[in-house]
């Protein structure tokens, strides 16, 4: 059956040859390689679940009379969208469920960016020849925070209204076009003439995801091309990769994760409530709603907006919002452009120019490891920054005495984190045998009072790294004769 | 996909009684029993799904069993995949994908030579084809960026809230009205009260929301209500003063007023506002005072405003003065 049907596509395909390799194509096993699968399937379950979500939802800002299961929204006027997100909650079988597992993986997509995005830092996964795959995930990492934000916007609730007024704000901010910038995009003066709504569907359901595909399938294609990346180990050089194949072994894992993935993020849905809209109301432009905070991705913009002190330029007939413009334009701006630079910036100071696909393990690159951590700690303290109010209620404290708390510290700690995390990494690497593998020993005392030492038995990983890593090996009576050159087995050499 | 040589130089031979070829578990039978297990349990959990689904709508129940049919049915192919099938491990060479230098000279001499050789020997051609393309690229914007809304206007004299970032609907003699729609009197509200107002007509609107408040109890025939801030000493009446309720930081609405203090907060980034003296940015990131709004009072008891706002509500732009 399927030889029959194999020779039928290849004589108009030719795929065996390139299907074989593919098939035999060797994944690297660590834990850590795993994190951009998570990234990947719970982007398949976005997909999937906003699918659903767009046969209900109605991208309308035109006031309607509510008429739905939520009983406290009863004959009150309401936009469309608010309506159709209300009735997803309410009225449609199973859409809470899927409206809250679509809400939860994009804080799960999301959050396995990051620290995948971590991990292929902290071991140099990023230098030559994976530039661009570096690249192209930074720029995913990008539009993934955009349509995060423009998701959460649709429901067209008090909170995410609120977070859109921000929005409008922060564009009105760039000096020479903020004004006509906020205008376009709006339609004209905040809030508009409810045209933001359906275009920032078309933006989230479409555009947005279509480029997310396509660098999606770009960053796969290039992890085909340029081979995964492994962990220096015994039999394992720059120049080949040591681990289970495509198939069967990597395809089951990986199916077996996707499921998992998706189970997770279901299970999340169903027990943990997430952005319950109802609760919130319909925005008004003139209401507001306490101590809401926006999805986590977005609290580092948040949180420097808070710190920043009111310096607002004006003179020569015009305003420049700095207090706005550096904190949620250049600030981001900059982070971003560094990212997106990494590469090329430690290329320049290494003046490495070699190919690794080894990785490096973090305690030997301390100054990249430094860097990292500083990166790392900035994001947290400008993270706990968005929560000044929370943090003086909670503590007791003045806000004041918070506020210049973080004005201070944002700066300071995350370079106090790079002198240490220098110097950590300088110690670990001078210390015997740090991070391998320990056997315990086992003490043992006789009967005659007599103590002595035997290590223990050897762990199931133990013995497995013993093996020598084999080409896989295919079974001569599937191979026609002439292609195999080894008693049972051919080479396929690429 | 490089070639494949059948005359491949070095051989690995792998018999089938090879460790390689082995399944990583040390008793398969007991892995492929625990396998087994959980691909029936998630199994039964998505048969539990579809009963749930026609019996009710009860979304733990629904998370319960799909996710869990998942999450066992998952385990058990990764257990599949990880203790029983052949361990390995398996290698594979790494190719270089890099082109020789001879190829990729080859490729220089066709842009630079083959392609000099057409543009240069018509330039003209060249030339006119960057200006159409760029001409393209040019007018193609128009409708892309111009046609997504109208321009802010220019002139400070237009009043559609619409299409200028300086106007609002507040004028000479607006009446002050709830966003419901019903007239604000003086005796309405007592002191520590606020309320959010609107011009009659523009209910709801966002350039015009503001907050109106009372500071103290004055009768019309007290002596008159004198606000601190200089130049503003009779902007006030009865007792209320009446400020823009869009923070002029990022145009939230400063929506909590703190009575004991006389401030008024904004929950977005905390910005404070002092009420008695003209509501100066006291802390935050909140640049400007919250421009004000001249009250009086009309012969029936109403609040009305003297005038519109002084200035352009909100945040800063750049067009701003
Ligand atoms: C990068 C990918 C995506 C991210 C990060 C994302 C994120 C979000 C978020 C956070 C919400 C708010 C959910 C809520 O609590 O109501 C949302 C709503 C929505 N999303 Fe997505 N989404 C993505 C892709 C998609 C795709 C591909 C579609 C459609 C094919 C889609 C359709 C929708 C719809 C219709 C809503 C509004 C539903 C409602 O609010 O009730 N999304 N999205
Ligand atoms: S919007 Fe009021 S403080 Fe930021």
Known sequence: MIDSSLRWVDDRLGIAKGGRTFLDKIF????????????????????????????????????????????????????????????????????????????WSADIFLGSIAVHMARVFFTGAFRKPREFNWIVGVTMLLLGIVNGFLGYSLPDDLVSGTGIRIAYSIIESVPLVGSYLGFFLFGGNYPGNGIIIPRFYLLHVLIVPALIVGLLAAHLGLLVKQKHTQFKGRGKTEHNVVGSPMFPTFMAKTTGFL????????????????????????????????????????????????????????????????????????????????????????????????????????????????????????????????????MANFFQIRLNSVLWFFRIAVPLIPVITYFVTVKICEEMGGAEGIGKRKRPNVVHRSASGEFSTVPAEARPGDGHEELEAVPVPTFIDMVPADLATGPGIRRVMR | MSDESPKAPSLTSVSLEDPHLQPYAKHPGRAEALAAAAMVIGFLGFIGFG??????????????????????????????????MAQGPFVEERHEFHSTEAERDAMTAAIVERGGMVVQRRKVLGGLFALGSTAMGVVIAFPLIRSLGPKPAASRQVTNTDASLFATNWKKNSQLVTAEGRIVKVADLDVGGVLTVFPKGHEGSSPDQTILIRLAQIGPNDPPFQLESPGRTDWGVQGYVAYSKMCTHLGCPVGLYQKLTQQLVCPCHQSIFNVASGCVPEFGPAPRPLPQLPLKVDAFGNLQSQSGYHQAIGPGFWERP
């Open chain 1, 28 to 103: 690297p096993d660590h834990w850590s390689f795993m994190l951009g699968e998570i990234a990947l399937y719970s982007f398949v379950v976005l997909l999937g679940t906003g699918v659903f979500l767009s046969l209900y939802y109605i991208p309308s800002a035109h006031e309607i009379v509510y008429h739905g299961g939520y009983l406290p929204l009863q004959g009150q006027k309401v936009s469309e969208a608010y309506a159709t997100s209300v009735g997803l909650s309410f009225d449609v079988k199973s859409g809470l469920l899927m409206r809250q597992a679509h809400h």
């Open chain 1, 259 to 390: 499921f998992m993935t998706t189970a997770v993020t279901f299970i999340l849905a169903g027990f943990a409530q997430i952005n319950p809209i109802w609760q919130f109301g319909q925005y008004e432009p003139f209401q507001i709603s306490y101590a809401v905070q926006p999805d986590w991705y977005m609290g580092w913009l948040d949180g420097t907006l808070r710190i920043m002190p009111s310096w607002e330029f004006v003179g020569w007939g015009h305003t420049i919002p700095l207090e706005v413009l550096l904190p949620a334009v250049i600030f981001p701006g900059i982070i971003f452009n560094i990212f997106f630079a990494w590469p090329f910036i430690e290329s320049r100071h290494t003046r490495d120019l070699a190919y690794h696909n080894l990785l490096d393990r973090p305690r030997d690159r301390p100054k990249r490891t430094g860097a990292g951590a500083m990166m790392l700690m900035l994001m947290f303290m400008i993270f706990a920054a968005s929560s000044t109010d929370v």
């Open chain 2, 51 to 84: 009963i749930t689904y026609w019996i009710s709508d009860q979304t733990q129940w629904q998370a319960a069993t799909l996710g869990g049919g998942m999450l066992a049915l998952g385990a058990g192919v990764i257990a599949w995949g990880k203790y029983l």
